[in-house]
């Protein structure tokens, strides 16, 4: 075998994986070539249980026989680990495409959803009765802060807001009348 014959060889096995050769002199007479197969696109952790293929020989059966003791285990190991990639794959479509994922989703949605809506409606709510001069009620219409902590400030906002209307401070009092005598 010629050495340009071996790469066309090896080319037309049609592997899309990644062959490591090592070549050792095992005696005077006899060649070790150990040969191991790897796929970098395949996740599956069981790829690295494949064990390299070793053949012994002479220089002159290497030569006449290698390629054809290779071709059907090399396809097979590289089959295996196409199949585990394309295995994992579908495997992460199914899981995203079925039904208890996609429930998940939609109830994360729906909550959301519910949760915005409730907010929305208890500061309209809130809104009407401060138009209405009910300062009280709209106080107690705002929704709670623990409820909705992203709208923390806004919440304490109108709370104090609402609160100098139906409960003005002492102090505040006493103090604008004390400015407003003094302004007299």
């Not at 006899?30 to 197969?37: A, E």
């Not at 994992?88 to 949605?109: F, R, T, V, Y």
């Not at 138009?131 to 923390?152: I, R, T």
């Not at 209307?165 to 302004?183: H, K, V, W």
Request: aromatic fraction near 8%; hydrophobic fraction near 35%.
């Amino acid at each position: 075998m010629e050495t340009a014959n071996f790469f066309r060889q090896i080319a037309q096995m049609d592997i899309n994986s990644k062959l490591m050769l090592t070549i050792a002199k095992a005696t005077e007479s006899t060649i070790i070539v150990s040969i191991l197969i790897e796929n970098e696109n395949c996740s599956d952790k069981a790829k690295n249980i494949i064990p390299p293929f070793n053949l012994t020989g002479t220089p002159e059966e290497l030569d006449n026989e290698f390629i054809q003791c290779i071709k059907k285990p090399m396809q097979t190991a590289d089959g295996i680990l196409s199949n585990m990639e394309s295995f994992m794959l579908q495997l992460e479509h199914a899981k995203a495409s079925s039904a208890m994922e996609k429930g998940k989703n939609d109830k994360h949605k729906k909550e959301g959803d519910s949760k915005s809506r409730k907010y929305t409606e208890a500061m309209l709510k809130a809104d009407a009765y401060e138009a209405e001069g009910k300062y009280k009620e709209a106080w107690s219409a705002l929704p709670k802060v623990s409820d909705f902590p992203e709208h923390a400030e806004k919440i304490r906002n109108k709370q104090e807001i609402y609160e100098r209307e139906f409960a003005p401070s002492l102090f505040n009092n006493a103090q604008n009348t004390e400015e407003q005598e003094i302004q007299e």
